[in-house]
């Protein structure tokens, strides 16, 4: 405990530098992860929108799903957007100049309610381009709602939301990568990039105070859908979520949208350090085990969708599953989170809500 509180302390010390620029403010610290400090309303609530697998110049329904994130955005008053990564199709962009990027972003997302941050990662197909350009200021001049980084946490004081790079982590894109060539630049070695990143995430997890913790990727962990489960991210991220509370994992990657909750089961002694806070109620009779708590939601619908392909594979904890486009929104307040996910015109198909204190969901 006293080595816990010398490190906080002098974490306190710790020089920061805080530049605030259209609202968005970026903290910089000695932490690895850059962060960025989102606005937080004044009743305590947050809402955005998360979208994925979009970027192709209104095609495929994109056009479509755009107006409907901007009725829904206005509806709810949205702070700002998520994109879990494949922004531009089908390889990336050529260059931080590509017409692409007006033509695929900021000429289709014009309503009003989505003039706001954008907070995006790289999904596979951003690799199989100039995933650098995606990162560079110069997006940033062309439509400054653009924010995207490797991995990165944005703390909007209600949440804080990590996202991962998790690309690097499928080792078949480096090892057979079937004719398509990967922008690894700024990786080097994928072993030393990828365990840098899980201690910084491990890190920043668990200092996290935060009411609710979402971390955002690419690549599902739990899927039904065409890719299935990323094996790679079963074994390496999967437990780190669990081992910090963290409520939400949301991603990308197949092109649906999905609600998946987690029925894996933990001995209490292994991990009662990291769930006492809240997770007790949910210890079944014998007093040994309880559940995890985090939820996989799956928004990949942004444009072209896969109808009708489904993994044959274990569908426990599954509660909705949709092959259309679409996207999601999510509603936090101190006490209750709920989801929803859309469809191309609009409508609800699915919408899911938990409370904070009991952890119980309807």
């Known amino acids: 405990m006293a080595g816990l509180i010398l490190k906080n302390k002098s974490m306190a010390l710790c020089l920061v530098l805080v530049i605030c620029s259209f609202g968005l403010c970026f903290v910089s610290t000695q932490a690895e992860l850059q962060r960025f400090g ?14 994925g697998d979009w970027g192709r ?7 479509e799903v755009a107006v409907q994130m901007g009725r829904i955005g206005e509806k709810l008053d949205i702070d700002f957007v998520v994109s879990t990564g494949d922004n531009f199709y089908d390889n990336g962009l050529t ?12 000429q289709i997302y014009t ?58 982590f499928v080792q078949s894109y480096f090892t057979n990568a079937e004719g398509h060539t990967y922008d690894w630049r700024g990786i080097g070695s ?28 690419h690549h599902a962990i739990r899927s039904i859908g ?53 997770f007790f109620e949910n210890i079944t009779n014998d007093g040994q085990f309880f559940d995890s708590p985090i939820q996989f939601l799956t928004s990949g619908a942004g444009s072209k969708a896969w109808r009708g392909d489904v993994k044959e594979q274990s569908k426990d904890g599954l509660k909705f599953f949709y092959d259309g486009q679409g996207f999601m929104s999510v509603q936090l307040t101190p006490n209750e989170a709920e989801i929803a996910f859309y469809d191309v015109s609009g409508t609800v198909l699915h919408r899911w809500t938990t409370t904070k204190l009991l952890h119980s969901s309807t």
């Not at 989102?38 to 979208?51: I, K, Y």
């Not at 110049?57 to 056009?63: D, E, H, R, T, Y």
């Open 95 to 106: 260059g931080n100049q590509d017409k692409a990027f007006v033509e695929s972003f900021t």
């Open 57 to 63: 110049k209104g095609a495929f329904n994109q056009s």
């Open 111 to 168: 309503a009003n309610s989505l003039q706001k941050q954008w907070y995006s990662v790289l999904g596979n197909h951003d690799y199989r381009g100039n995933a650098e350009a995606q990162l560079s200021q110069q997006l940033r001049k062309i439509d400054s709602r653009w924010l995207c980084l490797r991995s990165f946490i944005v703390n909007a004081e209600l949440a804080e939301i990590f996202f991962v790079d998790t690309t690097p």
């Open 226 to 278: 065409h890719h299935g489960d990323t094996e790679e991210l079963v074994s390496k991220l999967h437990p780190i979520l669990k081992a910090n509370n963290v409520d939400f994992y949301m991603n990308g990657h197949d092109h649906c949208l999905e609600h998946i909750s987690d029925t894996e089961r933990y001995n209490l002694s292994d991990y009662c350090v990291a769930y006492w806070k809240g």
């Open 38 to 51: 989102q606005p937080a309303r004044t009743e305590g609530t947050l809402s955005f929108l998360v979208l």
């Open 190 to 217: 994928p072993r030393a990039y990828i365990a840098n990143l899980i201690k910084d995430l491990k890190l920043a997890l668990s200092e996290s105070s935060a009411k609710w913790k979402i971390v955002v990727g």
